[in-house]
């Protein structure tokens, strides 16, 4: 059978990574006029400082981190981002956006993907922020560092402030915690209306596989549920989190902080 060749950028800890691989998991079959894909997975150690390597800041990915798509002569460029990656592997796989539900399931997703998950995976560990910062201030100054590379980490330097140094900040850290309350309490009342026969392990909009926005919340909540903040979480998606994260394909990709 002929397959899309395609590569996808990921670390085996970061949650975006592991959002993107659990919905490729769960796409099932491709549209009409779509092939399947055969992701090359390339792991990147983003504990060990890889995104800031040159090649990969500058042909892979400005904003140095993971996931990245990448499928030379198919996508014009590198998908660098996983809500984006998430959304075009929806348009390729029909179940994982039935088009009933397609309006609640990009809303969603979008409002999910606007938590910082870096903020409330480290709350309680800012400084990794700050050595995230020391690392790539100690790469910029590396004797022999290339034109591009410098430009390149000094991009990463502001990224990395606005989302990372900053999300820890303690307002912020209330404020996202706030947010995942909400948007859990709002998935939780749309699941519950699908849900009649008040089934412990049905998907969100009670489909026989699960959504995008399926796959995207079981990764938020054993997230959550990893750094102890399992109270965010109305006891129904718990539950629905704590069954899921048990199962052999989510155990494949997931690996806790
Ligand atoms: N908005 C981006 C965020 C990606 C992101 O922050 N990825 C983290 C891992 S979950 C990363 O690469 N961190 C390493 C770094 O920022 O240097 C997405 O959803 O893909």
Redesign the pocket.
């Known amino acids: 059978m002929e397959t899309q060749p395609c590569i996808l950028y990921y670390?085996e800890?970061?949650?975006?990574?592991?959002?993107?691989r659990y919905t490729l998991a769960n796409a099932g079959s491709p549209g009409e006029n779509y092939l399947s894909l055969s992701p090359e997975l390339r792991e990147?150690d983003?504990?060990n400082?890889a995104?800031?390597s040159e090649p990969y800041l500058c042909e892979v990915?400005p904003?140095?981190?993971?996931?990245?798509l990448e499928s030379k002569g198919y996508l014009e460029k590198p998908i660098?981002?996983?809500?984006?990656?998430t959304l075009w592997l929806c348009e390729r796989h029909p179940d994982l956006r039935p088009p009933e539900y397609a309006d609640d399931i990009n809303r969603l997703l979008r409002d999910l993907?606007a938590i910082n998950?870096?903020t409330l995976?480290m709350r309680n560990r800012p400084q990794r922020a700050e050595l995230?910062e020391g690392?790539?201030l100690a790469k910029m100054n590396t004797p022999d560092l290339s034109t591009t590379h410098k430009k390149a980490l000094e991009y990463?330097l502001t990224?990395?402030r606005s989302?990372?140094v900053d999300g820890v900040r303690p307002e912020v850290i209330k404020a996202e915690v706030e947010s995942a309350r909400a948007l859990l309490n709002d998935i939780d009342t749309i699941r519950r209306t699908h849900n009649k026969k008040d089934q412990a392990s049905a998907w969100i909009f009670g489909t026989m596989a699960p959504t995008a926005l399926d796959t995207t919340l079981i990764c938020f909540l054993a997230r959550l549920m990893d750094v102890q903040l399992d109270e965010v979480i109305p006891p129904a998606l718990l539950e629905l989190g704590r069954a899921k994260r048990e199962t052999n394909d989510f155990k494949e990709i997931w690996l806790s902080l």
Request: with cysteine; glycine share 4%; net charge neutral.
């Open positions: 670390d800890r970061s949650i975006c990574s592991s959002m993107v990147i983003i504990f400082g995104q800031l990915n904003k140095g981190q993971v996931p990245v660098a981002d996983s809500l984006e990656i993907h998950f870096f995976s995230l690392a790539i990463k990224v990395t989302e990372k």
